[in-house]
């Protein structure tokens, strides 16, 4: 019996199981800073964050609720907004995508899609007003509104790419 | 379509209980991270170091695809330049022989300024950048406008100090890691610059608007005196940036002041100057060195 080939119906590696959703979170939260653009506004919408909601929204169960801290903590450290920003909009961001989850028992396509846009623009809203507390609310909000609506419409490509690398994540030897 | 969750753990003890215990640590680690967010907006510098390190880790890859893409669009610059040659040949044209014509005007006026100022005996303070370098890339996703900096400790580049490109002033430094450094850009909402108007020194203050514009506001809020077209330089005020470093131009008239644009894109500039911050050891220390040169002529 060849003992080192791959076993007909075997499950995916535990390994990648776990590291791929993980490793597609860190690496979209620290690219920004590996491109050479010097943005004079918010250009680019929150990658990072985008990964993260899409994952939780197509595996809700996959993650324990408080993996907002070290995935949030990773993402403060590229983006700019002061360290701890992101460590506890994003955990509350989970533990709202939980209880919708039970509330909302069958959550279609358009669920998923407004559950995702509408916690992006309070995040990035709340995270600007935090990095910001002395200047004019109007004005710093006013800032991230083009990056809301933007990263709102790319909802939807973002959540077929979590679902490809969803479909890598599981793919059978 | 999701497929439905199973939060209840049924009636097992240990599967309620990790469920509990996961959303304790989720709440008190958002609590947590929120007060830490305060905090680190109270105190920027102490958390400044932990995220320059972890910067270290991209700068080698925005090094690599900053110099690919800096080729990449000099193709372009190119190309473009052959389509638009004949315009381009008559517009340069034009603007040499006016330029001729100013030259004679200021080489006379400098040669006027030259005698006067040995006349003072002014001393010509060093003037020369503490290290060169070129911004590598910066923050895009959040509303702080952080740029990093292809200089770190490794070339004396310290928290403080100011950044200026060929036309103007980029912003200062926030912290520096051991071979990058975090450079606050002027555009920052939180970044205030000391101003003068160019053309007669009426003092003002310059604040960043987050989106690439700076907020002209007059000490002397009485009247407006701005006018599209003026001229903004440090005054020095304040002794962090140098004066007479040209950072932004006027655009238009608001209530309160002015909107006015840098003069300096950072993100068109190629290569940045650190300076020494303009605070009073540093001043006399650029001034001593020049009294203490030997005259010519002694044996």
């Given at each position: 019996m060849n003992r080192k080939g791959p076993r007909l119906g075997e499950p995916a590696s535990l390994w990648r199981m776990r590291v791929v959703p993980v490793a597609t979170v860190m690496v979209a939260s620290a690219l920004p800073l590996t491109l050479p653009l010097i943005a004079n506004?918010?250009?680019?919408?929150?990658l990072g964050l985008l990964f993260f909601l899409c994952w939780q929204l197509l595996r809700?169960?996959?993650?324990?609720?408080?993996?907002?801290l070290p995935l949030g903590l990773w993402d403060d450290l590229f983006s700019?907004?002061?360290?701890g920003t992101a460590v506890g909009l994003w955990t509350l961001a989970s533990i709202a995508i939980a209880y919708s989850s039970q509330r909302i028992y069958w959550r279609g396509f358009f669920h998923d899609w407004a559950i995702a846009a509408l916690l992006v623009a309070i995040i990035q809203a709340l995270a600007a007003l935090i990095a910001h507390p002395h200047a004019a609310h109007g004005h710093v909000l006013g800032l991230v509104v083009p990056q809301i609506i933007i990263s709102a419409l790319l909802v939807p490509l973002f959540l077929r790419l979590t679902g490809k690398f969803d479909n890598f994540r599981l793919k059978r030897r | 379509m999701a497929r439905p969750a199973h939060?209840?753990?049924?009636?097992s003890r240990k599967a309620q209980y990790s469920l509990f215990a996961a959303y304790v640590i989720a709440v008190t680690g958002a609590v947590a991270g929120l007060l830490l967010a305060i905090l680190s907006v109270v105190d920027p510098v102490g958390f400044a170091q932990l995220r320059v390190a972890s910067q270290e880790i991209t700068a080698p890859v925005a090094r690599v695809t900053r110099s690919v893409t800096g080729s990449i669009s000099g193709i372009d610059d190119s190309v473009g330049a052959y389509v638009s040659a004949g315009s381009q040949n008559r517009r340069l044209r034009k603007e040499l022989t006016e330029t001729r014509r100013k030259l004679v005007a200021t080489s006379s006026l400098q040669e006027e300024n030259r005698q006067l100022k040995a006349l003072l005996k002014l001393q010509e303070t060093?003037?020369?950048?503490?290290a060169n370098g070129y911004l590598l890339?910066?923050?895009?996703?959040?509303s702080k406008r952080l740029a990093l900096l292809s200089l770190g400790r490794n070339l004396g580049v310290m928290a403080g100090q100011p950044v200026r490109g060929a036309d103007g002033l980029i912003g200062r430094v926030l912290s520096s890691g051991p071979s990058v450094s975090q450079v606050l850009l002027?555009?920052?909402?939180?970044n205030i610059v000391p101003v003068r108007r160019a053309?007669?020194?009426l003092p003002a203050l310059a604040n960043g608007r987050g989106n690439g514009d700076l907020d002209i506001r007059t000490l002397?809020?009485?009247n407006n005196p701005f006018k599209p077209g003026d001229i903004l330089v440090t005054s020095g005020t304040g002794g962090l940036y140098p004066p007479n470093i040209p950072v932004a131009i006027v655009v238009r008239r608001q209530d309160d002041g002015a909107l006015a644009r840098p003069l300096a894109d950072p993100g068109k500039v190629d290569a940045v100057s650190v300076l020494r911050p303009y605070t009073p050891d540093n001043i006399e220390a650029q001034a001593i060195p020049a009294p203490t040169a030997p005259p010519a002529g002694t044996p």
């Amino acid at each position: 019996m060849n003992r080192k080939g791959p076993r007909l119906g075997e499950p995916a590696s535990l390994w990648r199981m776990r590291v791929v959703p993980v490793a597609t979170v860190m690496v979209a939260s620290a690219l920004p800073l590996t491109l050479p653009l010097i943005a004079n506004s918010p250009v680019l919408p929150p990658l990072g964050l985008l990964f993260f909601l899409c994952w939780q929204l197509l595996r809700t169960e996959m993650w324990p609720v408080w993996v907002g801290l070290p995935l949030g903590l990773w993402d403060d450290l590229f983006s700019g907004a002061p360290i701890g920003t992101a460590v506890g909009l994003w955990t509350l961001a989970s533990i709202a995508i939980a209880y919708s989850s039970q509330r909302i028992y069958w959550r279609g396509f358009f669920h998923d899609w407004a559950i995702a846009a509408l916690l992006v623009a309070i995040i990035q809203a709340l995270a600007a007003l935090i990095a910001h507390p002395h200047a004019a609310h109007g004005h710093v909000l006013g800032l991230v509104v083009p990056q809301i609506i933007i990263s709102a419409l790319l909802v939807p490509l973002f959540l077929r790419l979590t679902g490809k690398f969803d479909n890598f994540r599981l793919k059978r030897r | 379509m999701a497929r439905p969750a199973h939060h209840r753990p049924g009636q097992s003890r240990k599967a309620q209980y990790s469920l509990f215990a996961a959303y304790v640590i989720a709440v008190t680690g958002a609590v947590a991270g929120l007060l830490l967010a305060i905090l680190s907006v109270v105190d920027p510098v102490g958390f400044a170091q932990l995220r320059v390190a972890s910067q270290e880790i991209t700068a080698p890859v925005a090094r690599v695809t900053r110099s690919v893409t800096g080729s990449i669009s000099g193709i372009d610059d190119s190309v473009g330049a052959y389509v638009s040659a004949g315009s381009q040949n008559r517009r340069l044209r034009k603007e040499l022989t006016e330029t001729r014509r100013k030259l004679v005007a200021t080489s006379s006026l400098q040669e006027e300024n030259r005698q006067l100022k040995a006349l003072l005996k002014l001393q010509e303070t060093d003037k020369s950048a503490l290290a060169n370098g070129y911004l590598l890339t910066s923050t895009s996703t959040s509303s702080k406008r952080l740029a990093l900096l292809s200089l770190g400790r490794n070339l004396g580049v310290m928290a403080g100090q100011p950044v200026r490109g060929a036309d103007g002033l980029i912003g200062r430094v926030l912290s520096s890691g051991p071979s990058v450094s975090q450079v606050l850009l002027l555009t920052d909402v939180d970044n205030i610059v000391p101003v003068r108007r160019a053309s007669d020194g009426l003092p003002a203050l310059a604040n960043g608007r987050g989106n690439g514009d700076l907020d002209i506001r007059t000490l002397n809020i009485a009247n407006n005196p701005f006018k599209p077209g003026d001229i903004l330089v440090t005054s020095g005020t304040g002794g962090l940036y140098p004066p007479n470093i040209p950072v932004a131009i006027v655009v238009r008239r608001q209530d309160d002041g002015a909107l006015a644009r840098p003069l300096a894109d950072p993100g068109k500039v190629d290569a940045v100057s650190v300076l020494r911050p303009y605070t009073p050891d540093n001043i006399e220390a650029q001034a001593i060195p020049a009294p203490t040169a030997p005259p010519a002529g002694t044996p």
